[in-house]
């Protein structure tokens, strides 16, 4: 299997430092607000890969961080009158049902950044004794030239860095580059009490505390979207390996491509922002997943109505292939290749998680079941469902029936409901039930006179 190594910039093969076994870090949100479509890209890719990962065979334990107290946390906590503890938890759990709109729940552990203030606290001191930290007026900073290797990751030069960031220049830093491992504070905010000073931890450290606690020195993979490239993961770089002495951190870096509106680049000062659960809602979870991973990973993906509508368009297919699989009551002697097409889906994906080209290899395949499907054998059928719900191990976009007949008539029942209210106008009413089922799950499908539903998984 072929991995683009971002350090690097080449191509390399996987090779896991034990074995069939993989340890994974990926940048988590910092938890004061709703997640918007272009963390929901970084985070389903990101699912996604570990669960292909999986189905390959490796035993994959997935971690993610939490940043639940920053200056962002603080702020919008004082704008609402909330602690910054009971705001963090709010927005944690939000992600969490975020995250399940889009079937994202590989993850194995969740590390909150304020359960290892002991660890931070003790890299803040290891590096100080080092001598390559340093206490100042308003923190404790990392002096970045001090680490030859700063700016490697992104292929800067030390002197294209010092100009990136000189706007950023404080007063009490020795170096316009260096950058907080310990924020002072005074005693009516949030913090933690050290010799150094009170305070709370900078933004870098947070994530190599934890990956040093929890994955070691050196692990296999660490992710992120490329915002992150600079400075969070050269920040990281430069903490852990100063502070193990090994030539590496991460065998493989991993970044996801950005993600604009109409190509225009998604910011709050354009204005264009769009929560994950705003975009859920109107197109649904399961298409939106699909849309996310319809484009290489590394690319920049461009959301507009036409891009979803295509991925929309494209789940039905799957989709509908199938129900009618499942439905399928008359056999004939046909059959079809799978393994053919399993190889072929399997070699895409072993190319540096080409999801975009296994994808197109599935709606092949669905084209010629549908072909061939009058024909198909019984034993047929079963392989092509059994194949079907294989590449959704790691795709996660099929929905299924509840499985539950009671259910199905309380939902059959809430739909005859809203048709007469539809035929008597009240149009208002009848779309606050649909709405109000599309948060429940249940994804309804206007066709003329028709209705039909199905459950988002």
Known sequence: MLIFNTLTRRLEELKPRDGRRLKIFVCGPTVYD???????????????AVKYLRYRGYSVFYLQNITDLD????????????????????????YLTDMARVHADAVSYYAFATDFIREIANQVRRLLRMGVAYVAKDGVYFDVSTFKDYGKLSGQKLDQVMHMVRHEMSASKRNPEDFALWKFTDKHEEGWNYKWGRGRPGWHIE???????????????????????????????????????????ARYWIHSG???????????????????????????????????LSAGYRSELIFDESTVHEATQNLNKIQSLYDR??????FGLGRIDVPEYRNRIVTAIDK??????????????ANRVNTEFNDLSEDACKECLHFLLEVDSFLCILNF????????????????????????????????????????????EDAGAKVTWRLRQ
């Open 352 to 365: 540096d998680f080409d999801f975009r080209s296994g994808i197109m290899t599935l709606l092949d395949f």
């Open 71 to 94: 200056d962002k946390i603080i702020n919008r906590a004082k704008e609402t009158g909330t602690e910054p503890s009971v705001l963090a938890r709010r927005f944690f759990e939000a």
């Open 325 to 330: 699989l499942m439905q399928k009551d008359s």
């Open 207 to 249: 994530d190599t505390a934890i990956t040093e606690e929890m994955l070691g020195k050196t692990y296999d993979i660490h992710g992120g979207g490329t915002d992150l490239i600079f400075p969070h993961h050269e920040g990281e770089i430069a903490i852990m390996r100063t502070l193990s002495g090994n030539k590496k951190m």
């Open 401 to 444: 029936s509840s499985g539950h007949d009671q259910y199905d008539r309380i939902i059959d029942a809430i739909l005859e409901i809203r048709e007469m209210l539809r035929k008597r106008k009240e149009f208002e009413l009848s779309d606050k039930i649909r709405s109000m089922l599309s948060e429940a799950g249940v994804e309804i």
């Open 258 to 292: 950005m993600l604009n509106i109409s190509n225009k680049k998604m910011a709050k000062s354009e204005g264009n922002m769009i929560n994950l659960r705003d975009a859920a809602q109107k197109y649904g979870g399961n298409n939106l997943r699909l849309f996310f």
């Open 34 to 48: 709703y997640i918007h479509i272009g963390n929901g890209r970084t985070f389903v890719f990101f699912d996604a």
